[in-house]
C-alpha cells in the first residue's frame, strides 16, 4: 500500500461546480497536510495547509483532515475556470522531513 | 525576480549519455530538494540538502548525484542516462528541515531518446 493514494482522475466539471478532492494515507505519524496546486507546464505551488483533524477554510477552498480515518480533502466552491490545474496532497512528517506527495488528480473546469 | 530557476528547461540526450540540471535559488533558504514527477504527475522525492549536507537520500540509482556547492544551489548529475530516466525533474527549496512550505522551480523536462 502506497503511503499516500490520491484518488484517481481526471475530473472534469462546469463552471460553479462544487469540487470534492480525496487522498488517504497510512501512517499515523503524518503530522502535516498540504494540497499543492499545479498549473500546466509549472511547478506545483502551496495551496493550503493544516495540521489537525477539522476543517481549514480560505476563500473558495476548504481543506478537511480526518485523522482517525486518516482521509483528507480539499473541497472548492464555485469552482471557476482558472481552478483547471492538478491538485496534490501532500503529507509531512518530522520523522524523515520529507514530504510525500498523492499522486495528483487533474481537474478541468468548463467554462 | 525568479525564486527558485532551473537550467535547461528541456534536455534532449541519448541512451547512455551524462547530463547535468542545474538550480539557484534566492530565497535565502537552507535546505533544497531535487523530485522527480513521471507522465503520471506522480512526484517523488530524490534528495534533500541541508546547509549543504545530504538529508534524504531516496532509494535511486547511484547513476545520480546531486552536489550542492553552496547553499543557493544544487545541481544534479545523471550519468548514462536511461529511457526510464525520461520525466520532468523539480528543484524544490524552503527554510529549515521541519515543516515549511516548499517552493519549487518550472522544472526540467527530461527525454531520452
Known amino acids: 500500500q502506497k503511503e499516500v493514494e490520491q484518488d484517481p482522475g481526471p475530473l472534469s466539471v462546469p463552471e460553479g461546480a462544487i469540487v470534492s478532492l480525496n487522498c488517504t494515507y497510512s501512517n499515523s505519524a503524518f503530522q502535516y497536510f498540504m494540497w499543492y496546486r499545479q498549473y500546466s507546464r509549472k511547478g506545483p505551488e502551496l495551496l493550503m495547509y493544516?495540521?489537525?483533524?477539522g476543517n481549514k477554510e480560505d476563500g473558495r477552498f476548504t481543506a478537511q483532515v480526518d485523522k482517525s480515518s486518516k482521509y483528507i480533502s480539499l473541497f472548492i466552491r464555485d469552482s471557476q475556470p482558472s481552478d483547471s490545474a492538478t491538485y496534490l496532497c501532500a503529507i509531512y512528517t518530522g520523522a524523515n522531513s520529507k514530504l510525500t506527495f498523492g499522486k495528483g488528480i487533474t481537474l478541468s473546469v468548463r467554462p | 525576480d525568479t525564486a527558485v530557476s532551473q537550467t535547461p528547461k528541456y534536455l534532449v540526450t541519448q541512451m547512455g549519455n551524462d547530463k547535468s540540471i542545474k538550480c539557484e535559488q534566492n530565497l535565502g533558504h537552507d535546505t533544497m530538494y531535487w523530485y522527480k514527477q513521471d507522465s503520471k504527475k506522480f512526484l517523488k522525492i530524490m534528495f534533500s540538502y541541508n546547509n549543504k549536507e545530504l538529508i534524504i537520500n531516496e532509494t535511486v540509482p547511484n547513476r545520480f548525484s546531486p552536489k550542492s556547492p553552496d547553499k543557493a544551489h544544487l545541481n544534479l548529475h545523471i550519468n548514462s542516462l536511461e529511457l526510464g530516466d525520461s520525466a520532468v525533474y523539480f528543484c524544490?527549496?524552503?527554510?529549515?528541515?521541519?515543516?515549511?512550505?516548499?517552493?519549487f522551480g518550472p522544472g526540467t523536462r527530461l527525454t531520452v531518446t
Open positions: 524544490a527549496s524552503s527554510q529549515g528541515l521541519g515543516f515549511g512550505e516548499q517552493y
Open positions: 493544516t495540521y489537525s483533524s
